[in-house]
Structures are given as C-alpha cells and as structure tokens.
C-alpha cells in the first residue's frame, strides 16, 4: 500500500466522478423516459449499497435493517416538502437539496441510535437487531398514522425540469440527473473516505478488534461513526428514491427490500465501492425481471400463468447461487480475478 | 383478569410454534455457526411433501414421518451439494446463498403447486378446552407444546449423552482439533444440516395448520419471529430457544391483545434490545460474551 | 500531478462539454404522437396483478379470467374489428413494484389505458403518475373511495361497490333481523377497515366493540377473544379471503357463536372452503354480500356463459368468486370501448365511462355519472348454507354519503349472444 497523497487522491477522484458523470448524462440525452427512470433508480439505490458496504464489507458490521433506513429518508423528503408545499413556500429550487439535506440528517440521526446499540453486538445478534428494525416500517407508519398516512403513504409535489431546459425537456432525464448528482456525490465522499486514515481504522476494527484497540483506535466510535455515515447514505439514496416517483408509502420498504440490499452488495462485492455499483444495477433488474421474462416468453396460457412472476424469482434465486459459488469475490472479485488472468497473460506473451 | 389469562393461553400456544422453530435456526448454529435463512422455505417445501402424504394416504402421522424423512434428506443435500463450497468465503456468503435458496425454493413452490392456500388439517381438535370461562389451550396446543419439549428434551440427549452428539459439538467448535482427533468434521456437518432441517420440518407441520394454511410464503413471518426468538434464547441454547418461543409469544399476545395488532415490531425490538443490551449472547449464552 | 490523472482530467473535461449540447431533438416530436396503444388491429391496455407474493392467492386468478375474456372477445371479431391485448405485469402487492410496472406499461409499451390495477396501497401510489399522464385508469380492482375523486384525478375510475357502501346495506340488514343485539366491527387496519367501519356506524351508531388485525400479524386470537368478552353476537367483518377464515376458525375454537357478517372481498365461499379444508362446516350460516352473480348458481345464464368461456380459456383455473370478478370487469370494459366509438381517443373512453349507463351482470346500475366515478351502487346479501353461498331477499343500493339504503327493483339484464355486448 503506498501512503496517498491527499491532494492527488481527491483530485483523481473528482476527475473519475466527473468522467462517470458526463458519460451517463449523455446517456441519458440518448435514452427514452422509462429507460431514464431505471438509469435513476440505479443512481438512487447506488447511493445505499455504496454506504451500505462501506459498513458491512468494510467494517464487518451486518445490517439487515437499510430498508427501514432508506424509509427514513423517504418519509423525511416528503415530509419537509409537504410542509413547504402547505405553507405555500414550495417551488423555490432550495426545495429539492433542503428536503434531500434534511432527509441526510434524520437518517444519520436514525444511524447513530442503531449503531449505538450495535457496537455491543455481534454477528448472528446484530443481524437480530437490524432484522427488527427492518420490520417496523408499517408499524411505525400506522401507529402515528396521522403524521404518516398510514398504508397509504403520503404525496408531495413532483419534481419539474427547471423551465430554462425548455418545453419539452423529458421530466424522466431531469429525474435521472438529480439521482446521478446524488449518487456522484456519495460515491466521491465515500471514496475519499475510505483512503482516509478513517477508512483504515474502519478495516483495523473489522479485522481484529483487539489489535485496533492496541493501536490505539477508539473501537466503539470507529463502529458507531461507520452506523452513522451508512445511514446518511441510506437516507440519501432513500430520499431521492422517494423523489423518483413523489411518493412514499410502508409497503414499498418491506423486509426483502432489505434483504435485497444485502445481497445487493454481497453479489456485487462486498467491501468494494465497485461492486456496489453492480449491486445497485442488479436490484433494478431485479424489479425489472419479471416483466421482460413474461413479455418475451410465449407459453400455453396454464403454463405461463403457473410461470409468471415464480420464473423470474426463481431466476434470480439461481442466479445468487450461481454467483456465490463461481465468484465467492462477488461480481467485482471475479471481474478483479479476470483481469489479473488477462494482465499475466499480456505480461507473458512477449517473452515468448 | 379474564383477559389476561386468555392472553397468557394464547401466547403459550403461538409460542410453543416459535419455540419448534427456533429450535431447527439453534441446531444449525450449533453445527455449522451459520443462521439458516432458507430454513422457513426448506420447511414449507417438507409440508408440501408431508401433506401430499397425508392426502393420498388418510393418515397425519404417515405424513408427519414423510416430512421430516424429507427435511432430513433435503437438510443433507443442501449441505452437500451447497453450503460445502461455500464455506470458506465467509459467513455472509452462505447468508446469501440461503436467501438465493428460499426465492428458488418459494418459486418452484409456486410453479408446482400454483400459489394459493392449501388446507392444512390437523391431527387434533383445534376447539379450546376451556378452564373457569376462559378459552385455554386446545388439544392441538397441547400437542405442539408437548413435541417441542420432547425434541428438546431428545437434542440434549443426543449432544451430552452419545458419542455422535460430543463429536457434533467438538466439530462446530473447534474444527481443526477436532479434524486432528479423526472427527469427520464434514460428516458431522452433513448430520448436523440434516437433523436441523428435520426439526424444520417437524416444525413446519406443526406451525402450519395454525396459520392461513399452505402456501410457499406460509414459514415468511414464522422465521423473523423464530429467529428473534432464537436471539433472545441465545443461539447457542436449545433450551433457551424454547424459553426465548414461549416469551415471545407471550410477549406477542399481551401487545396484540393490549395495545393493538400494529405494535408488535415495535415491541419485538424493545424485547430484543432489552435482552441483548445486558446480555449480548441472548438469555442463555453459554460462553461469556466478547469484551470489546 | 500524475499523467494519467492528468489524462483522465483532459478527457473528463471535453466530455462535460459535450454532455451541455441540447438533446430535445426527439423530445419535441414524442409529445405529438397521437393515440398511444391502439392501431387498426389492435388496442393494448395494462394492468398490475400480484401474481405473486402473500395477496397472490386468489387474486391472481382475477386477471386470468380477463384475458380468458378477452380471447373469447378477440374470437369473435374484437371491439370494432380491433383485438384487445391484456399486458399483465406481476406487481407482488408491492407498491414499489406497482410503480415501476405501470411507468413501464404507460412510457414503454404505450398501452392505451389501464384497466383493473389491484389494490388499494399498490394503486394509490400511481394515482398522480396516471394523472400527469392522463392515461384512462378503469375499474381500479378495489373498494376504496380513493377512485372517486373526479376533480383530483380525472381519469381514474372504481367498479366494486365501494366499502362504505357495502358497511351501509349490511348494517342496515343487522339492525332490522337483530334488533337490540351486540354488534361489533372485525377490521383490517386500513381504509377497507376504517370505510367498512364509518358505513356501519353511520347506520348502526358506535359499535359494541371493534378489532383490527393486520396483515403481517397471523395472532388474531387476541382480538378474536376481546369480541367474544364483549358478549358480541353479530360480528361485521371486513377482511380478506385468508383473515376471514382464520378469524372464523379462532372463533370456532374459543367456542365463541356469532352471526358473521363478511364483506364481500374476503367472503367468497369457493375461496374460504378451499382454505379451510375439512373446517369448512364453520362457515354455514355465515352472511355475506355480493353484486355479481353467484359462481354456485348453475341457472344463471351469466355464469352459464362465463363457464363456457372458461372452459375453453381458462379450465386451469377453478371457477369461482375471483373468476367472475374478472370476466364481469372485462365485460363493462368492452362495453365502454363500444361506447367510445369506432376510433377511440383516451378522451373518448373517460368521457364514455362518465356517461356510463352500462348494464351487464351485475345487480344494480353503476354509480358513473358528471363527478362521480364510483361503481357499482348496491348489493345483495348472500348465505351460506348446506355448503353452498345463496343470494336472499331484495337487492339494496345507497351510496357512501348520507342517502339512505333503498331496495332496489329492477331485474338484473340477460346476456347478449355469447356474454359480447354488441352496443
């Protein structure tokens, strides 16, 4: 490991997410509104699995509960523009980045309670834990069901293309730019973050307890500072997921949502900023799944009704198998493994 | 006071169902130190099988054999075929293999047997016998509380009474020891997979008829609650999973009963961070807790 | 500074400025297109279903009838020479998934209309969405009020009788055949709970006792046991298929006797006795209501038909309450499109279902009219006994206001030449 220099770090960095930037926004001036809305949800959930594995792959604390703490964001951004929308101060372009702020801030709030409680446990019992909390979404929101709509969730104003993009601007791509800034911005800070003195603490911590303690790392706050910024991204990516579609409501964070999430980034590589990447792609193919397999398998209609919606789970049941026994690394190890293989055999090749 | 001794029947009887169950997610700790998150599935799929039996025979207990002979054979096939070439990547590995394993599972379930609810008789009067007005415990309770306590009382025997049970044991906890003292620690973990995913089974028999019938998401909500009743117990304690089902149960009820269905999850956490947060190995953690 | 950093900052950079170039070129001409989803052949119409999940059972079955439907449709020569075709996506009653398939059906597959989107927490979500869009959204597959509000969403339509209804004609039923009893209120926790509920008490008054349970809280012991301590003898229920026959059973077992009163959503006797299995004695003498007609009643000319399509397409399934929910629904659904005329616009179709006017199988008239776009206006109450669900006395209708619950005289229609409605 060679020591980095803070400033080089930062600066390749930036010019990496504004390289990823610009090559998305020009995707996205090519696409259609519906393939634009997916382009956001994978900005949106890119947001949670990169902090989401920050806490999990990095320091080695299992969090079964994101779903709740995306909800979290969710119901803050709808909540702080309902109330702006009330008071007849909605409009301003403020309005999105306050509500999305705000959004950050509960989130983190909600973190640091969870991971308080965290860092006195471990594995299998943490996974208890965050396994109950995952579950209080629904009853959180009917129980106080006059501050949150009970099942039915709440509506806030949905996000327009600012009028100096033109007419007929697609209100999808604005959508997918407000996910991609967010998604940007998170994967730069956590980025910078894990090369940080901070981001070695945190895997000091995951690989030996008492040795970090020894070296003198403060191992509770490490963890519970680790609860925090997940949970901020969480609430981010939460938020902006929300603002996707202007609505929030208990049943889309149920338990699987969580379970998805930790997946998600397991599949993908855990650990990995990368592989988070590939997580966030493989949960909107997994809610998108089931209609391109109906849509283009023909079958007898009391086959297809036996298959439909039970073939694409069972796909990607196989497919979590699949990939957990051929890239234990996930997607990103394997495709880490590929391209050393690939290297050597360059390397190679012109001695002979 | 009425009200209260219902509540107390009533939890009993959900509570001895988590207890069954918790004990199938203790067993496999014990074995392998990983939580079986396709538990709940691998026992829906035995009660497929176990109530196909039932229906082309007449008799429950034809079927009850049926299904835990299935949870047997699948328990063993998971760990051979799967979780062996698993193992060394880590324990959320396996985590996700499980949850890959309950979608195939739910969704070949599906596939075959078409996704509404199936009736799932049981083998006794589901009517409660009723003690001094109050509704108490039904034939049927009984019975699921009865067959927990006695597989609980039979696990004990097997792990401190027979050979097989000590090298189980030796196996989980120390397998390089155990390898060197010529313990076949994978045949124990085949064994140990195979007798969890009975007890799963047999646990899936019994939870089944008190629910709203079979269908592949029948075990869903059962899991959550057996697990965080394992948790409470403490994993390692098959004891403590029974007292860990019984008091979540209980728990269950009295919050249904009066402060209202909608509660529970919030009440669940209350219990888990009250019980974890003085004792963070659950109620009957054997090894004392890691300072840290 | 390193070269690649550098290089990577350069190209960075010249991107950015590509990315600014405008890219409204093809936006401009998408919002001139004209009627999305119907050419000369063909006219395509969503929907969202849980296929799978925990609300599948059932359910699932009801958007297999419409298609079977509308085979049997396509068959005879479609809706003005155009052949209807049912895009049904999987939804799992999640609403995240809800809507994400319905963006996909309205910006992807450009259906013309959606028709029989299920559920109340699942559809409530797309409201807005079909709105901005001003996609037709027909005969929402739920007895929300939410479907009703014309001025907020001007395209969205109800079909069912809606809950309130529903609590208003039972009540009033209660209250005439046991005067004086104990009546209580059994409840999903949600607005099929609180508007079934507002419907009995606007009729009854306040209830001796009322119990919720939730759908992902299978102990309903509990609060099947408070009902009993309040000495309950009539218990008003409305819940779905699965928590109606768990209740009941609870109640069978604490020995506690009431007279069961269901709603029609949880209380199709098919369903419940398929569920229950053996148990199913315990539903003799349960009282519910209906609109549509009975699966059991191998007279009617309206299930005759539907069994004969349903043999043809749909013989997979079983026949029952949830089948000829779906064949009425997509009956009423080609009688509009007959109704919008030979070329069709999404204008066409919401100004046709406004008009409505629309008899078919069901028992009373539909409720559509300038400013209201509820359905069905009224039901029938139903028994079950000697194992089979029964209509008895007269068909009631009333509204989810204030009006009173009236009888309702007029036969129900026959069917058209093969169940097709011709105008």
Known sequence: MTTPRTGSTLLRHLAGAVLAGTLVVLLTNQLPPYENLQVARVCAFLCVTAGHTVLVGLNGQLSLGHGALMATGAYTVALVQRGLDERAVGGGWWVLPGSLLAAVAVTALGGLVVGLAAARLRGPYLAGVTLAVATLVPAVTTIFTGVFNGEQGLRFPAQAPPAALGPYFQPERWLAWIALAAALLTMLLLANLVRSRYGRSLRAVRDDEVAARLAGIPVARTQVLAFVVSAGCAGLGGGVYAVLTATVAPGKFPLDLSLFLLMAIVIGGLGSLAGAVWGALLLVALQDLPALLTEHLDLSTGLAQRLEGNLALAVFGLILIVVMLAAPGGLQGGVRALATRLRAAVRRAPDR | ?292 | MRPTTRRVLAAAAGLALLATLPACADDAKQAAENVPGVTDGEIVVGTHQPLTGPAAPGYSKISAAVKAYFEHVNGKGGVHGRKIVYKVMDDGYNPANTENVVRKLVLDDKVFALLGGLGTPTHTTVLEFVKAQRVPDLFVASGSRNWNQPAKYPTTFGWQPDYTVEGKILASWVKREFPGATVCHFGQNDDFGRDSLAGVEQVLGPVAAKQTYTTTNQQVGPAIGALRAAGCQVVISASIPGFTALAMGQAAGQGFRAQWVVSNVGADYTTLAAQLGDKKVILEGMVADNYLPMVGDTTNPWIREYSRIHQRFNAGNPIDGNAVYGYSMAYTFVQALLAAGPEPTREKLVEAVRRGGFRGPGLTPFRYAEGVHAGYSGVRLSRVSGGAQTYFGPTYTTDDGGAAVTEFIEAPATPPADAVPTA
């Open chain 2, 1 to 292: 006071m009425q009200r209260f001794w219902f509540l107390t029947f009533d939890g009993l009887a959900a509570g001895a169902v988590y207890a069954a169950f918790a004990l199938a997610l203790v067993l496999i700790w014990r074995a392998a130190r990983v939580v079986n998150f396709a538990q709940g599935a691998m026992a829906v799929a035995t009660a497929y099988v176990g109530y196909a039996v039932v229906g082309a025979t007449g008799s429950y207990w034809l079927g009850l054999a049926a299904a835990v002979l299935a949870g047997l054979a699948l328990g063993a096939l998971v760990e051979r075929v799967l979780m062996r070439f698993v193992g060394p990547a880590g324990p959320l590995n396996q985590v996700i293999v499980a949850l890959g394993l309950v979608l195939l599972v739910q969704a070949v379930l599906g596939m075959v047997f078409g996704n509404g609810y199936r009736p799932a008789p049981a083998p006794f009067d589901t009517d409660a016998l009723t003690v001094g007005g109050v509704a108490a415990l039904s034939p049927y309770d009984l019975w699921v509380l009865g067959a927990a306590l006695t597989v609980v009382a039979l696990l004990a025997l097997l792990f401190t009474r027979t050979p097989v049970g000590l090298r189980m044991r030796a196996a989980a906890f120390a397998p390089e020891v155990s390898r060197l003292l010529g313990v076949s620690v994978g045949r124990m973990l085949t064994l140990g997979w195979a007798l969890a995913a009975g007890v799963g089974a047999l646990a899936g028999m019994l939870v089944v008829p008190t629910g709203l019938g079979l269908h592949p998401h029948a075990m869903d909500l059962v899991f959550v609650v057996a697990f965080t009743a394992a948790v409470v117990g403490g994993l390692d304690s098959p004891v403590g999973a029974v007292v860990g089902g019984l008091l979540v149960g209980l728990i269950l009820s009295y919050v249904t009963g009066y402060l209202g269905p909608d509660t529970t999850p919030l009440a669940v956490l209350v219990l888990l961070l009250a019980v974890l947060l003085v004792r963070p190995g659950g109620l009957f953690s054997a090894a004392r807790a890691r300072h840290v």
